[in-house]
């Protein structure tokens, strides 16, 4: 017995209805259900009053269930009580047993209208608490008439070990349309039989009576009129049993005349009344695989009135056809005269899942023999029980030694544990097995397999056995450890590349960065995965991307494109970005790989480049302009002597001349020290110097610039003399270019200032101009090569814009620093030379040794060869030097000058270097070859004036190398020093 003494419980923590949707399934049973579907059909048209029973004998049955019942309601004045009206299993005693409807799962079932299943409903029923044995679940199913509950069916659990599931509550439902219809159809036959005794009693009541009828006809009257109110409500039940949507009627004559059907046969068939009226003979519904069937249901109606319920198909108004149940019986008359009627169910549904169940048992049969290595079975608690014969081929292990766990010897021993310990967690836990581990195969060796089981469930919840099957995974996972290795070895090769790897699908969504990548961005993999590759490019170069990516995406191309990336530095550095297209094993397009490489340095040394292919061709201009400016008075001064109109006064034309050719010298001089200077190829030659007598010797330089400019000169120098450790020669340049800059860049009537002062161990020189002034750009600009301020067409004493090249190299060699500033253009500019002062004093200074005065004719008696294949020049230096007083014999190629050298040997031999045939330093080898010509002076006066050209002229035998155009005093005091 129960525990009354428990607290009620709400009938919501009861109720555990969603529990038949989460517990396991078992497998339906179609067959046994078609049989109890055919003996309750059977059933309603031989004995409906026995139908209601029968109900609870099927449920009984079918949900293997501890007792079940067939409950209605009765009115009990105004309180709803109700009546287990059938009963089976152990509460099969309690028939008729009454509940109140306020107080019993019945009523809330009815109430809700829906299937409830209740746990130890007892704990919130005080109408439970006597039942006995206790109700462990109890499942409620309404069944309904014209859509109003009118009872319901119920199948209850006495044990712990057994619950529904949801299979229980589908067949309850089934049964509960079938209880609807054998509930009608009782109460209309019942109504039916009442109704003709009531009348026959009342018929012979007025015979007997006839003497009296004219005094009782008023009371006749009313009993007629009661008998046919009862007719009335027994058709209108009947019409109501025959109106039950799932239960099909036809009323037809055993010739084959077709009577009636109610609205669910007509659904079912798709034929109205009228229709099946109108049809000569019911044949024409059945199908030919089916008349067989069909003619032997006949038979049997003809001779014994009944037959067993049977399955067949028919036909529909549309051609298709549909399963049904069928339970004919004869309802009056004898032979093909009967009137007959036949209860239909469409089983149309059911015998489509019994259809498919068959496919999928012969696909999965045909999948497993196809796939699976071995197929086996094993008791509840995992033991082999039985012989495999697919594990026997595939293992080679015998089969008596497989049983039990014996399976296990054949299992790879470093596996063995794992494997046992996943099948009894498995068994354990009943639930499905999925493992992978290594067998010992028949034909020797070990190879991976997988192993599938599950458990094959009894109807009470128990596990009854398990079914297994083994697939050969080995090739899979070969192939999956070489996928891991390749993938492994990706890894590690784009992770150590100094390039940036990156992955985007085909959506555009980024999908994997190497750890370079994410280094140099300064974001986690999961920030890059979220916020995708546009948030770290340029916003001007993300539309060009964006649009090369949607091309190579649509044509699965692979693409390139240079754009900006934000790094962790938050600047924008440029990338070179390679993309290929990246395919599946399969071919199939996933999206692109892509390779980034900072091509910064690249981009900025392109651009300098181009800068400085820009200065450059600025440079060549101006060179021509430079050369073209003195070539211009040269040209005009050789005209006026060719005409013959040589003045007088011949001093301003030569001084011109002289003036102009030395400006061209001075131009390709700088530009040939400029280069030696920034290639280190020159020394500085230091000693003490002041710095007074550098700024002097620079302002006597640059005095012509400035006095021609009309400009004012100030210089500011201290008391106390400065000296510094320095190359006189060089630092004289370096004030000099900085002079002429000023002077060339200031308006006419300028003003120039220099100033020297102190500080610390260091001299600074600035000097201003009141000029053109720079701008930011061009101050940054200054010292570079080719470099200039932009200034008018009309100022002429123009430059290459190498000095300041020049300038800063020159003192950084002596390791100072010069330094250009400006308040912007047009307002003027200001240089900063700062120089070490030197620990020596004013007394260590020397000036430079001052040219001796030279005889009017040096060369008197000097036995000068020129060598060149260049007449004009060679004849020209011929008239120079026999002016000079040298005796001058002049050749043009280098086999002359070596038989002018076997007639006689002279003092000296100018040479030119670049002739044809035989150039100058192959006839310089000659002459050291041979004694006759060992103190013959040798110098080279030639365009070639580089580092490596003069010592090539050293190496050659050569004593001097000077370049075109000569300078005279030069050239004349090598003659004489020899």
Known sequence: MQDNSAPALKVEEALITEAL?????????????????AALAQEMASNPSGVLPMLAQLALALCSAGSAGVSVPERDGAAARFRWRALAGELAAEVDRMLPGDDCPCGVTQERNTMLL???????????????????????????????????????????????????????????????????????????????????????????????????????????????????????????????ETVGVLFFDLDGTMADANGAFEQMSGYSREDLRAATHWDRLV?????????????????????????????????????????????????????????????????????????????????????????????????????????????????????????????????????????????????????????????GGWRWTNVRAAPIWNPDGTVRKWVGMNIDVDDRRVAQEALRESEARFRALADASPALIWQFDTQGNTVYFNQRCLAAIGLTSAQLLETGWHSII???????????????????????????????????????????????????????????????????????????????????????????????????????????????????????????????VRLIDDLMEVSRITRGKIGLVKAPVALADIIDNAVETSRPAIDQAQHELSIALPDTPLVLNADRVRLTQVFANMLNNAARYTDTGGQIRLVATREGDCAVVELSDTGIGMSADQIDQAFEMFAQAGRPAERSQGGLGIGLTMVRHLVNMHGGTVEAASAGPGKGSTFTVRLPLSQHTLADAHEPPTATARAAKPLAGKRILVVDDNRDAADSLAMVLSGEGAQVRVVYDGAAALGALEQSVPHAMVLDIGMPGMDGYEIARQIRQSPRYASLQVIALTGWGQHADRLRSRMSGIDSHLTKPVDFHTLIELLLAR
């Open 21 to 37: 949707v989460n517990r396991p399934n078992r497998l339906p049973d179609y067959q046994g259900e078609s049989r109890a579907l």
């Open 118 to 244: 209740f746990d130890r409903p007892a704990r919130c029923f005080a109408s439970y608490h006597a039942i006995d044995p206790p109700v462990r679940e109890a499942l409620h199913v309404p069944w309904r008439v014209n859509g109003k509950v009118v009872g319901t069916i119920w199948a209850v659990t006495h044990s712990e070990a057994r619950h529904f599931d949801a299979e229980d509550a589908r067949l309850l439902q089934s049964l509960a349309s079938c209880a609807s219809a054998a509930h009608q159809l009782t109460c209309a036959l019942t109504d039916a039989q009442d109704a003709g005794h009531n009348l026959a009693q009342q018929v012979a009541e007025r015979t007997r009576t006839l003497q009296n009828i004219n005094t009782k006809l008023h009371n006749e009257a009313a009993q007629r009129k009661q008998v046919e109110d009862a007719l009335r409500v027994s058709e209108a039940r009947l019409q109501a049993a025959i109106s039950i």
């Open 287 to 443: 199908p030919l695989e089916f008349l067989g069937i069909t003619s032997r249901a006949v038979a049997d109606l003809a001779t014994t009135g009944r037959t067993q319920p049977y399955e067949r198909q028919l036909i529909r108004k549309d051609g298709t056809r549909w399963w049904g149940l069928f339970a004919p019986t004869r309802l009056s008359g004898t032979g093909m005269a009967s009137k007959c009627a036949e209860f239909a169910l469409d089983i149309t549904e059911r015998k489509r899942v019994e259809t498919e169940c068959v496919d999928s048992e012969e696909r999965f049969r045909a999948l497993v023999e196809g796939f699976a290595q071995a197929v086996w079975e094993a008791d509840a608690h995992g033991q082999a029980a039985l012989v495999s014969p697919g594990w026997s081929d595939y293992t080679g292990q015998p089969g008596e030694e497989w049983l039990g766990e014996g399976w296990a010897n054949a299992v790879h021993p470093d596996d063995r544990a794992y494997a046992l310990r996943q099948w009894k967690d498995a068994i354990a836990a009943q639930r499905v097995v999925n493992a992978e581990f290594r067998l010992h195969v028949a034909t």
């Open 538 to 664: 340029h916003p001007r170069d993300l539309p060009g991307f964006v649009s090369r990516v949607q091309a190579a995406q649509h044509d699965h191309c692979a693409f390139q494109s240079r754009l900006r990336v934000k790094l962790k530095d938050a600047g924008w550095h440029w990338f070179e970005t390679c993309c290929a297209p990246w395919l599946s094993a399969s071919g199939e397009f996933r999206g692109h790989v892509c390779v980034s490489i900072n091509v910064t340095e690249a981009v900025n040394a392109e651009d300098a480049l181009k800068e400085a292919d820009r200065r450059k061709d600025e440079f060549l201009a101006t060179l021509a302009h430079e050369l073209r400016n003195p070539l211009a008075p040269i040209a005009n001064a050789l005209h006026i002597i060719r005409r013959g109109v040589f003045p007088a006064d011949s001093a301003p034309i030569l001084d011109m001349l002289d003036r102009q050719v030395h400006h061209m």
